[in-house]
């Protein structure tokens, strides 16, 4: 799952414009996107979930909430399609501790790809806290 951004530099008249960055850094017009894409266990892609959204639509509240929607739409697809494990791979940005706490209510294995890696973590059960970079080496790995 990543996140991608929508450019329409060009664009003034769009429904609910908002402003993302270009390729270069500075803001242009356009939407945010997010994408998840699944592999099978065989090696076919296909396209799980996209959507385009705009932080200035109304009723809007959060990147995450669209985040977390996603999640559930997916794991309910998959699950009602018989799929029994399923791994997330996220992308920095997503190490959000709601976002966590929900592939952990649900039952989901997950590799994140962290971005604020000095963000504090308590050990179990040892409860020593570390920040992120030192607990790695710490983690059981569990099949």
């Given at each position: 799952m990543d996140g991608s951004d929508l450019r329409k530099p060009h664009s003034?008249?769009?429904e609910?414009?908002?402003t993302v960055r270009s390729l270069d850094g500075h803001p242009v017009s356009g939407y945010p996107t997010l994408n998840a894409i699944g592999l099978t266990p065989d090696g076919r892609r296909t396209l799980l979930y996209h959507t385009l959204y705009s932080p200035?639509?109304?009723g809007f509240t959060s990147a995450n909430t669209v985040i977390i929607d996603a999640i559930k739409r997916i794991v309910q697809a998959l699950r009602a399609a018989g799929v029994g494990?399923?791994?997330f791979v996220l992308d920095r940005g997503f190490d959000d501790l709601k976002l966590i706490r929900l592939l952990v209510r649900v039952q989901i294995q997950f590799v994140i790809r962290?971005?604020?890696d000095q963000r504090k973590t308590r050990l179990t059960p040892t409860s020593i806290e570390l920040p992120l970079?030192?607990?790695?080496g710490h983690a059981?790995?569990?099949d």
């Amino acid at each position: 799952m990543d996140g991608s951004d929508l450019r329409k530099p060009h664009s003034q008249a769009l429904e609910h414009l908002s402003t993302v960055r270009s390729l270069d850094g500075h803001p242009v017009s356009g939407y945010p996107t997010l994408n998840a894409i699944g592999l099978t266990p065989d090696g076919r892609r296909t396209l799980l979930y996209h959507t385009l959204y705009s932080p200035k639509a109304p009723g809007f509240t959060s990147a995450n909430t669209v985040i977390i929607d996603a999640i559930k739409r997916i794991v309910q697809a998959l699950r009602a399609a018989g799929v029994g494990r399923i791994i997330f791979v996220l992308d920095r940005g997503f190490d959000d501790l709601k976002l966590i706490r929900l592939l952990v209510r649900v039952q989901i294995q997950f590799v994140i790809r962290v971005k604020h890696d000095q963000r504090k973590t308590r050990l179990t059960p040892t409860s020593i806290e570390l920040p992120l970079v030192g607990a790695a080496g710490h983690a059981s790995v569990q099949d």
